[in-house]
């Protein structure tokens, strides 16, 4: 029977699916949000198809292995054996009741690029038959989800909040986090229509213990830009905080801690040679590009993103003087990059400010190597670098990003090291912060 309050036909009838379990999920795009989302729905034991446009990660799925370093393979191999599948065929998700789209959103020119969203709503409109749930989680700028995912469901002949329902529920999935996970971590919901937002709603609280459900999908979409637009502006205020406390002499660490020990009204925020990742430095310009549009200006959130963008200047500065305090010039120093991943305990290099850092270098003609022990190799400016391991015969050493498994004890053999995360803790020979 539909549960009470559902009045229309086949909201019942899907709401009755999703409570018994029978409705089967399609996960378009198995990534770093995708991937943990389809495992939480096949432990809820949803049939789950988890759907990827690029045939070696579904491969590398199938094959039981995820992809990520803080992701363990044992989850996705009880999974696969529990039924859980994953397919690059369009078919595999054909007649699907509930369609999760988590694919990326990233710039192109600077601009917001939805390429990768209208492709998968494409394959969900399809894909979608007699009555689906569509819900967006790729965090993207208000009205998204109404003008692309409503819109295409309308075109195949769909009356959304009748036998269609679309609705956003922003990801919050947050790579190398242990304390919280997707069913611990609070979700947000808002349906284009209170039916749409009722079904998404069930369905989300079938595996998520919170979900908030908001009137409307631009009220989730502006929450979720609000949450990660806050990161980036106080990074910013992080790294002016560095820079002024730099130039008066005091120590910006103590003063950060010490500050953090408000319990309320405050939270820190600690400065570095840039913001990486594929939310923080990405995610406002969402928000500023659609603001603007709708004529409005956001100067503070574009001043944020320019501080954050030039922050590896002040590491260089940092060495220059300090390898010319030896006597040193940086072309033809011999220097070692620490840190490539964006931030700790990942593998993700993705707008790392590593890339930054480097460019640097290399324009200035310094002999540049790097050594992270989650980031085996990768590629800058047409060459392959290789992770090194030891740490002799280097001139200096700068900390991009205190990455996890690094001999910092070991490190200190080089005799200049610029410490851009405070990565010592207490104050060390050769050591200098940035
Ligand atoms: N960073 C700083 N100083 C800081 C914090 C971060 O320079 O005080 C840098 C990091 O080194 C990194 C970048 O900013 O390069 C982003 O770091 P992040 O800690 O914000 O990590 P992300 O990008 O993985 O952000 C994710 C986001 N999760 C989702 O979007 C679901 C974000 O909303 C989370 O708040 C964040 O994780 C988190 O709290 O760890």
Redo the contacts with the bound molecule.
């Keep these: 029977m539909p549960p009470d309050g559902v009045a229309d036909h086949w909201a019942g009838l899907l709401l009755a699916k999703i409570e018994a379990r029978t409705a089967r999920v399609a996960v378009i795009g198995v990534g770093y949000v995708g991937l943990p989302l389809a495992l939480g729905l096949s432990r809820e034991r949803f049939r789950v198809v988890g759907f990827d446009v690029r045939q070696a990660r579904v491969d590398e799925l199938r094959a039981g292995s995820t992809g990520f370093a803080h992701l363990p393979p044992d989850d996705l191999e009880h999974e696969l054996r529990c039924g859980l599948r994953f397919s690059s065929d369009p078919d595999a998700i054909r007649g699907c009741d509930v369609f999760v789209i988590c694919v990326p959103t990233p710039l192109a020119n600077g601009l917001p690029d939805l390429a990768a969203v209208r492709a998968a709503t494409c394959f969900a409109a399809i894909g979608a038959e007699a009555c689906s749930l569509v819900c967006l989680e790729s ?1 993207t700028y208000p009205g998204t989800t109404r003008e692309i995912v409503g819109a295409a469901l309308e075109r195949q002949g769909f009356t959304i909040g009748l036998n269609a329902f679309v609705a956003y529920s922003p ?5 190398g ?1 242990r304390s919280h996970d997707v069913t611990t971590t609070p979700k947000l919901v808002g349906g284009m229509t209170d039916n749409c937002g009722l079904v998404a709603e069930r369905f989300y609280s079938t595996f998520v213990h919170k979900v908030i459900r908001l009137s409307c999908p631009e009220s989730a979409e502006m929450a979720k830009l609000m ?2 637009t806050y ?1 980036a502006v106080n ?1 910013a205020l ?1 790294n002016e905080y560095k820079a002024a406390c730099d130039a008066m002499g005091i120590d910006f660490y103590e003063a950060m801690d010490a500050a953090a020990t408000k319990p309320y009204g405050f939270a820190p ?4 040679p ?4 594929h ?2 430095p990405v995610d406002p310009v969402y928000l500023t590009w659609r603001a603007n549009a709708a004529g409005a200006e956001c100067p503070l959130i574009e001043a944020a993103l320019g501080i954050n963008e030039r922050a590896h200047e002040r590491a260089l500065r940092v060495l220059v003087r300090e390898l010319r305090a030896r006597g040193k010039s940086l072309h033809s120093a011999k220097i070692l990059l620490v840190g490539a991943a ?2 700790p305990s990942v593998s993700d290099t993705r707008e ?2 590593f890339f930054a850092v480097l460019a640097d270098l290399l324009v200035h003609g310094a002999d540049v190597c790097y050594h992270d022990p989650l980031v085996p190799a990768l590629e800058f400016g047409g060459r392959t670098y290789a992770s090194t391991g030891g740490f002799l015969n280097f001139d200096a050493a700068v900390i991009v ?1 205190n990455q996890a498994g690094v001999d910092y004890e070991g490190l200190l053999e080089v005799p200049l090291i610029v410490d851009c995360r405070r990565s010592y803790e207490r104050e060390r020979a050769g050591v200098v912060r940035a």
């Design positions: 965090t990801e919050r999935e947050d790579p986090r949450e990660n990161r990074i992080a925020f600690y400065p570095g840039g913001v990486g990742g939310c923080i964006y931030k790392s400010p990003t």
